[in-house]
């Protein structure tokens, strides 16, 4: 779109009106991949068995378009909970993305002065959010090989009273999962909400889920996205119906669209299709760090989701680009800065795709 306007009177407008701190920002980007090996999203790479897309695509024909979605996706959400095993008597809230619930519990929380904390590096809409509802956001510095610093997270935690401590268990773009306990103790002291985001959790081999009711300010959130339905936009959140009450009043109507109600309930009654791919990408995850770890020059660092993030010797912007100009699409986290200067990230794909890519890191680093 063009922006673009010779009328002065128009960028004064902006300036009164859109927030200073909306205007300091850059909008999310999203690179278009062209005709690149796309491996800078998480996304699966797998798609479905055609007989499996044929009896899907029956099953839209019975989707309703022209009457409004059930507000409370009730099929899907009885499907989701078995699924995702969510402890009986706990609350279940649905968004469009977790993304979505990450923004609708901010809203419920926001008010001047009010914080949103996360360690950092994380995931960055959580800062986002925390600036679109005017919030104050404080990130608290992982250690140099981005375990928590939980005393430093006590801290933080008792000087700025937070309203929400988002963790992301495995945490992106580190790829680490945190210790246990340094969860539990940022549980136990946080004066408001913890919510444990779980995006990772097909590949990470642990879970908050069974723990909640444990705890009365606990969350867990989960997304359908890094486990094949990323196109669909579906996030849970699980916890007490207190909370989630109270949240529900924030959701849109109609959050949930009919088509993805209706995929994501026939996609996870086929979820051993998903669950095979998921654990293939698990056990390629392996041989993909392992192969970086041989490589001079690059340090992988130890991942439970379905991306590695590794640190590069040498010029990583160049690295990136060179990768980028043999047709690999990955992440440049360098202009990030701080801990992750000369960090990207690569989403574990197919195993040729993975095989191309280190082969163009390879002719990259040479
Ligand atoms: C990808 C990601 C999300 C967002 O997931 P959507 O459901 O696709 O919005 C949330 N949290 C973390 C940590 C993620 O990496």
Redesign the pocket.
């Known amino acids: 779109m063009n922006f673009a306007s010779n009328d002065n009177l128009m960028s004064d407008k902006i300036t009164d009106w859109i927030r200073p701190e909306i205007r300091a920002l850059s909008a999310y980007h999203v690179p278009d991949p062209g005709e690149c090996i796309k491996l800078d999203a998480?996304e699966n790479p797998y798609t479905w068995p055609e007989e499996m897309v044929d009896e899907w695509l029956q099953r839209l024909r019975g989707a309703a378009l022209n009457r409004y979605p059930d507000p409370a996706a009730r099929v899907l959400a009885d499907r989701l909970r078995e699924a995702m095993a969510v402890p009986a008597g706990q609350a279940l809230m649905l968004g469009n993305?977790?993304?979505?619930l990450?923004q609708i519990i901010a809203q419920a929380v926001a008010a001047p002065g009010r914080v949103i904390m996360a360690p950092e590096p994380?995931?960055v809409?959580y800062r986002m959010i925390a600036t679109f509802c005017g919030m104050d956001y404080v990130g608290v510095p992982l250690r140099e090989d981005f375990s928590l610093d939980c005393e430093a997270m006590l801290a933080a935690i008792a000087a700025h009273r937070p309203a929400v401590v988002f963790l992301?268990y495995p945490?992106?773009p580190t790829g680490n999962l945190f210790d246990e306990a340094d969860v539990r103790a940022i549980i136990e002291a946080a004066p408001g909400l913890v919510v444990v985001?779980e995006?990772?959790h097909a590949f990470a081999d642990a879970s908050f889920m069974s723990r909640l009711g444990e705890f009365d300010n606990l969350l867990v959130?989960r997304?359908?996205?890094?486990m094949g339905l990323?196109g669909l936009?579906?996030?849970l959140l699980a916890g007490p119906s207190a909370w989630l009450s109270e949240f529900d009043k924030v959701r849109l109507p109609y959050n949930i669209n009919v088509l993805t109600q209706v995929s994501a309930d026939f996609a996870l009654e086929h979820r051993e299709v998903l669950e095979a791919q998921t654990q293939q990408i698990t056990r390629d995850r392996e041989t993909l760090w392992q192969a970086l770890n041989a490589l001079s020059g690059v340090m992988p660092y130890p991942s439970r989701a379905n991306f590695i993030l590794f640190r590069v010797a040498g010029d990583a912007d160049a690295v990136f680009a060179a990768l980028k100009a043999s047709g690999v699409l990955i992440k440049n986290l360098n202009p990030v800065g701080g801990a992750l200067a000369g960090c990207l990230r690569v989403t574990v794909g197919r195993p040729e795709e993975n095989s191309a890519f280190l082969q163009a890191l390879h002719s990259a680093i040479a």
């Open positions: 998480m993305g977790s993304d979505e990450i994380s995931f809409m992301a945490n992106n985001d995006a990772y959130m997304t359908v996205s890094k990323a936009r579906l996030g």
